[in-house]
């Protein structure tokens, strides 16, 4: 039979139809029908991210990368903290200027060295007393800085430097070495330094002068960072970003100081002047090099020693 038989409340027999079924193979096509438009909808759905991500990612430059993430690390700041953060780093500055020319004071000593050994180990002392100072104070200096700025000295840039940028920085440092070694009869400022004759005191001297250098350059370094940071704060010009403000700052306060140093102390006063000119060129190779404390160190100490 086609049909079920029921009996109603009458008694009466109906014959009721009954409906027919959908078939297995009709259930499996409209399964495969709704599998293919939802995957359909799927990949239009990863299409639209894609596209849109790729547009975000387009309209975003490099340059425009390294302000975001720079604003990131530094939030934000209203006129007056900036003010007030910029005091700070001059306040450091006139510690680290204060350290750098402290250790004068080991001159009191030299009378007890000047009658040892025809007076040869006064300068090796007087270097050497200068650098066992000034390493634990560039660590204490480095410590407060950061604790009290959240800036920090020893740092890199997050970006590689541009062919361009590197070739100025490589011409800032040959053309200097050029002049010194112009200056001095086209010898190496190292050979002329030694002399002739050269024994080994005066390579011992030499080398702690050398070292005393160095270390000096890195409070150096410090010094134009952070007036750099100061000034940029508290003026806000169109092109206060390719100012060298601690190149000018340590010309004109750490290369005259030195030259007055030279001239009270009998030095020779020659690279003392050119130290002048030095500290401002560090300035200069410190912005070329996207603020980069390794790349502006590295760079001076190879001026400075050759």
């Given amino acids: 039979m086609n049909g079920q038989e029921r009996t109603n409340k009458n008694g009466e027999t109906q014959t009721t139809e009954e409906l027919s079924a959908f078939s297995s193979a009709d259930l499996t096509k409209t399964d495969e029908a709704i599998s293919a438009l939802a995957g359909i909808i799927d990949e239009k759905t990863e299409n639209c991210c894609a596209q849109s991500c790729k547009a975000v990612a387009d309209s975003t430059e490099p340059a425009d990368c390294e302000t975001v993430s720079q604003q990131n690390e530094k939030p934000s700041l209203s006129p007056a903290e900036q003010k007030s953060l910029a005091i700070k780093y001059i306040v450091f500055a006139a510690i680290a200027l204060a350290g750098m020319y402290f250790v ?93 004759k050269v024994t080994g005191m005066q390579l011992t001297t030499n080398a702690v002068m050398y070292v005393h250098g160095a270390v000096k350059l890195i409070i150096t370094v410090i010094i134009i960072q952070l007036v750099q940071e100061a000034a940029e704060l508290l003026y806000k010009g169109k092109y206060s970003a390719y100012i060298p403000f601690g190149g000018i700052a340590a010309c004109l306060i750490c290369g005259f100081t030195d030259v007055i140093v030279a001239y009270g102390t009998n030095l020779f006063t020659m690279f003392a002047w050119l130290y002048v000119a030095f500290t401002l060129l560090y300035g200069v190779i410190y912005l070329l090099s996207k603020k980069n404390f390794f790349v502006t160190y590295f760079v001076s100490l190879i001026i400075y020693i050759l």
């Fill in 104 to 196: 004068q004071i080991f001159h009191a000593f030299a009378p007890l060295f000047d009658k040892i050994y025809y007076g040869n180990l006064t300068t090796i002392f007087f270097y050497a007393c200068n650098v066992i100072f000034w390493i634990p104070f560039i660590a204490v200096l480095y410590k407060q800085i950061k604790k009290h700025t959240g800036y920090k000295v020893f740092r890199r840039s997050r970006t590689e430097l541009s062919l361009k940028r590197s070739l100025i920085i490589y011409a800032c440092a040959l053309v200097p070495i050029f002049i010194v070694s112009a200056a001095l009869g086209f010898e190496i400022k190292v050979v002329f330094e030694l002399g002739k």
